[in-house]
């Protein structure tokens, strides 16, 4: 193996570099989060390559939406051609992750105003946990793998910890998962306590959550398969991959998806840039992403006070006055899409960097908002989550305030799927005050009820 890829702090005037055969989720000289570089500039032929690889002929790690791609995620230096190197090195569920491509959903194009034919949704809820993180999970545990490492851990809102414990299920490693008792949707719960992870409910909320799993890093040496995990992003960048696959490499004017912790904003900003620099696309799409308004910390920084990447001179002292407010009022996230209710996420510095790269634009989104637009999904015969509606939501917002044209090429990515959580999505349906609401009828056990009500 001849790696061909280093750690390295985000913040050009610091960095430093570190080697892969360690986890580094902060520099060690300056603080700031760590990428994933690498030394090769990968041929744009390989495209074909790529393309060839979807008939598998049995191979794993070509039927892979991730590993399809591993000359672009190379980290472990593998040769990519020799199939008994590079399979004793990167880890799968079987082929099964990432096998997800854009689809054109005719009623959520009408609902957000675009025109079918270049509105596309990426739905990564059908990956085999139901979320996107399994993009990120197969190159996360592919990392640790490679360090030896018995034990993983992570903070969640569920999705990360179902991923987290099937990949670390399969692969006879040790889960502990931390999450805000009370915090996740049920089917999530079911999904880590089946995949037989060891789950821990601090009494707090994700963002508690995620910092004692930061001290667990910090000073007792623990594994993370957070998105601070630079490794991880590199299989969210897939996703991307997949999109312009898909397109034939041709850019789309806007990639909409939400923001939680902000690792999705993070991937693929870094995805489109490399591509960028190494001249497989000609030009930057734009970024949206979508904050719920309970949970909107990239809203507030980017958009109202001014925050920007800035060349990596980010203005810290607004970001820490900012949090400083939040903990003096004692402000909590407060959403029903739970999978996003996150105050302060530990990507915010590589996602100001995306939104600079793409010229992004930041948008927020109410419950309700969310709400109806999941289930115009439903209807389209699809299904996602809340967090996930926030895309539909957003564009909709985005179009309404024509800073989408409804001919621009739109693409959307829908992050988990609906029976992640039933409980909202009955709630909703139950109430016929709901617009798109679609409540039951009960009648008595005999036809003639039966036909009165037809
Ligand atoms: N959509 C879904 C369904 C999610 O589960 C998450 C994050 C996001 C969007 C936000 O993505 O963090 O990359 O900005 N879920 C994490 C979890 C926090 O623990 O499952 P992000």
């Avoid at 570089?37 to 191979?59: A, C, I, M, Q, S």
């Avoid at 502990?176 to 949707?185: D, L, Q, R, T």
């Avoid at 999705?264 to 001249?279: C, H, I, M, P, V």
């Avoid at 621009?408 to 409980?423: A, N, P, Q, R, Y």
Wanted: glycine share 8%; proline share 3%; with cysteine.
């Amino acid at each position: 193996m001849t790696v061909k890829a280093v750690q390295q702090c985000i913040i050009p005037s610091c960095g430093r570099t570190y080697d892969v055969y360690t986890l580094k989720t902060a520099c060690e000289k300056c603080g700031n989060l760590v990428d994933v570089r690498y030394d090769d500039r990968p041929n744009p032929t390989l495209k074909e390559v790529f393309d060839e690889r979807r008939n598998h002929r049995g191979n794993i790690f070509n039927e892979s939406g991730v590993w399809r791609f591993r000359e672009l995620i190379n980290f472990p230096g593998v040769d990519c051609n020799d199939f008994d190197a590079y399979s004793n090195v990167l880890v799968s569920l079987d082929g099964a992750e990432g096998r997800t491509k854009p689809f054109h959903l005719t009623r959520v194009a009408e609902y957000v105003g675009m025109r079918s034919e270049n509105f596309w949704l990426q739905f990564e809820g059908s990956n085999p946990t139901g979320s996107f993180k399994d993009n990120g999970m197969a190159t996360a545990f592919t990392h640790a793998k490679m360090l030896g490492v018995k034990r993983i851990t992570c903070a969640s809102t569920g999705n990360t910890s179902s991923s987290a414990a099937a990949f670390a299920a399969n692969e006879g490693i040790e889960a502990i998962v931390f999450m805000g008792e009370g915090k996740i949707a049920r089917g999530k719960l079911a999904q880590t306590l089946d995949y037989g992870a060891r789950v821990v409910q601090i009494r707090g909320y994700f963002d508690d959550a995620m910092n004692r799993v930061k001290e667990l890093v910090t000073k007792k040496g623990f594994y993370a398969v957070n998105s601070l995990n630079a490794f991880r992003l590199e299989g969210q960048k897939t996703m991307i991959y997949r999109v312009l696959a898909y397109l034939k490499w041709r850019v789309p004017d806007w990639i909409v998806f939400p923001g939680g912790n902000l690792g999705n904003t993070s991937a693929f900003g870094k995805a489109f840039k490399e591509l960028y620099d190494w001249g497989w696309i000609k030009r930057m799409p734009r970024v949206a992403v979508v904050n719920a308004e309970g949970a909107n910390t990239l809203y507030r920084l980017f958009n109202e006070l001014g925050v920007k990447w800035n060349g990596g001179r980010v203005d810290d002292d607004v970001i820490d006055e900012y949090y400083t407010d939040l903990e003096r009022r004692r402000w909590k996230a407060e959403t029903k899409a739970s999978a996003i209710e996150i105050l302060k996420p530990v990507n915010l510095k590589k996602a100001l960097r995306t939104l600079e790269y793409t010229d992004g634009i930041v948008v927020q989104v109410s419950d309700e908002e969310m709400l109806d637009a999941r289930a115009i999904v439903g209807r389209n015969g699809f299904g996602c989550e809340l967090a996930s509606a926030a895309t539909v939501a957003g564009i909709k917002k985005l179009v309404s305030e024509e800073r989408i044209r409804a001919d621009e090429t739109t693409v959307g990515i829908l992050t988990g799927h609906m029976l992640k959580d039933m409980d909202t999505i009955i709630q909703y349906h139950l109430d016929p005050r709901n617009t798109f609401s679609n409540t039951p009828l009960v009648v008595a056990n005999d036809l003639q009820s039966i036909l009165a009500i037809l």
